[in-house]
């Protein structure tokens, strides 16, 4: 499987402030995906990112706020801006790897103060 | 929209014992495929097993193996001989059939196993 780093691991920051999340694989892929995990909660998808191409986003979450970027096809990065506490998540990259299988990066803990 | 539920937020199992966890989901779609995510405390999600709908054989990983019920829309995962390091979050996840899709994930059961 496609081996997916993430940084950073995590990062504590002041409200009003952003934060730069990468995400690196070690092979190309067509699409990535990032999701955000609020404490004790599910995965729930931000937006889908697909080199070449603006990301398309969830209800709820837009570009303003979750800026992303998908310069090649192997990193991406995802902008947490004009952060409050309620951003406070674990934020978490994946990619399809044939045929179907979904895998995902170690994640980057956010605490916003 | 598809949906996945977990109806069990937490689970306990005792060492050696076995345990299943219960999934249940909703689509219009017929050919998807789904799957069961551990997200033990270290947070990374680790591929526990997989399922094409299109497949009557339930699949089987080593202790691990699920209980397909196309009809009934339910997706059960069963753990044997269970082990301290199955201590973990499962996620149940709904992927549709084509390409690059995201998934759709449960809210989890957390299961613990007792020594």
């Known amino acids: 499987s496609a081996v997916i780093s993430q940084k950073p691991s995590r990062d504590i920051c002041q409200r009003g402030t952003s934060l730069t999340i990468q995400c690196q694989v070690d092979?190309?892929?067509?699409?990535m995906f990032w999701y955000r995990q609020q404490p004790g909660q599910s995965l729930t998808l931000i937006a889908t990112?697909?080199?070449?191409?603006?990301?398309?986003?969830e209800s709820g979450f837009v570009i303003d706020k979750f800026p992303i970027s998908r310069p090649n096809l192997t990193f991406s990065t995802l902008t947490v801006s004009n952060m409050s506490p309620e951003d406070s998540s674990i934020y978490l990259c994946?990619?399809?790897?044939?045929?179907?299988?979904?895998?995902f990066g170690p994640g980057t803990r956010l605490t916003v103060t | 929209a598809q949906t996945v539920t977990q109806s069990q937020p937490e689970m306990s199992v005792q060492e050696a014992e076995t345990v299943t966890l219960s999934c249940t989901y909703d689509?219009?779609?017929?050919?998807?495929?789904l799957f069961w995510y551990k997200q033990p405390p270290s947070r990374q999600m680790i591929l526990v097993i997989r399922?094409?709908?299109?497949?009557?054989q339930n699949a089987t990983e080593n202790r691990f193996s699920v209980n397909f019920q196309k009809a009934a829309k339910s997706f059960s995962l069963k753990i044997s001989d269970s082990q301290l390091g199955d201590a973990a979050m499962y996620f149940c996840?709904?992927?549709?059939?084509?390409?690059?899709?995201?998934?759709?994930f449960g809210k989890g059961t957390r299961l613990s196993v007792i020594a």
């Open positions: 994946s990619v399809e790897e044939g045929p179907y299988e979904q895998y």
């Open positions: 092979s190309q892929v067509t699409m």
């Open positions: 990112a697909n080199q070449g191409s603006e990301a398309t986003y």
């Open positions: 689509t219009s779609e017929s050919d998807y495929y």
């Open positions: 399922q094409e709908a299109y497949k009557q």
């Open positions: 996840a709904y992927r549709s059939y084509a390409g690059n899709t995201p998934l759709v």
